[in-house]
């Protein structure tokens, strides 16, 4: 089973609308911190936002919020007013707790595409 | 400026050859992670090492070898037995709080 999905593989969104990237995770570990990635055609993977799982707020980062629904397994990533710089592949990405530094597990991505 | 680099940004690589992607980080992080990317798909572990001299297999660890003499250095070769090495590569290090940031990447092409 996958750990992380991201049900949407690409989206077209009008520029300056508010955008909702889905995402959700399967874990029985009570520790663990959910991350989005923003990955430009440059190929690097840009951090935007963390949240962990004993967080009681959720994450907000500039004109990224992760609205974390914690029952439902669900990190959904909103990028408000968005911008054509905003066209990327965005990826939703977990760390469990294994006892250190450990890898994340990443889901496939969603391709956003803001139009002008 | 701090960061991580990953050299070369191309490497290509014949039948039956092995070969070393470079990692370097001047951020003072203790642990450092090889990721494969796959067109169209997301990141995949490879290793990691959370210490100088100690590494650990990750999920697609077959075919692939690291060392970690330095804390600095985190190379990654892909041997002869890794029989689909075409992708891009990613090293990533982290300063023992949660986040992991990431290098340029690599990418491997097969002749």
């Known amino acids: 089973a996958q750990k992380i999905t991201q049900t949407q593989p690409g989206m077209f969104v009008q520029e300056k609308e508010a955008v909702t990237l889905d995402c959700t995770y399967d874990?029985?570990?009570?520790?663990?911190?959910l991350f989005w990635y923003k990955q430009p055609s440059s190929g690097e993977m840009i951090f935007l936002i963390y949240?962990?799982?004993?967080?009681?707020q959720n994450a907000t980062e500039g004109r990224y919020s992760l609205n974390f629904q914690k029952a439902r397994k669900s990190a959904n990533l909103v990028i408000s007013a968005s911008q054509l710089g905003d066209s990327a592949m965005y990826f939703c990405?977990?760390?469990?707790?294994?006892?250190?530094?450990?890898?994340?597990?990443f889901g496939k991505g969603t391709h956003l595409i803001i139009q002008p | 400026d701090g960061g991580i680099t990953q050299s070369p940004k191309y490497l290509f690589r014949k039948e039956g050859q092995n070969v070393t992607l470079s990692c370097e980080q001047n951020?003072?992080?203790?642990?450092m992670y090889w990721y494969r990317q796959d067109p169209g798909q997301g990141l995949r572990l490879i290793y990691y090492?959370?210490?100088?001299?100690?590494?650990q297999k990750g999920d697609i660890a077959e075919g692939y070898s690291v060392s970690r003499e330095k804390k600095e250095s985190f190379p990654l070769t892909v041997t002869s037995a890794q029989k689909n090495p075409t992708a891009f590569y990613l090293c990533?290090?982290?300063?023992?709080?949660?986040?992991?940031?990431f290098g340029p990447g690599t990418r491997l092409l097969v002749l």
């Open positions: 990405a977990m760390r469990e707790h294994r006892g250190g530094a450990d890898g994340l597990t």
């Open positions: 874990t029985s570990d009570p520790s663990y911190g």
């Open positions: 949240q962990g799982s004993y967080d009681q």
């Open positions: 951020l003072n992080h203790d642990a």
């Open positions: 090492s959370q210490i100088v001299n100690d590494f």
């Open positions: 990533a290090s982290n300063d023992g709080q949660e986040t992991q940031y």
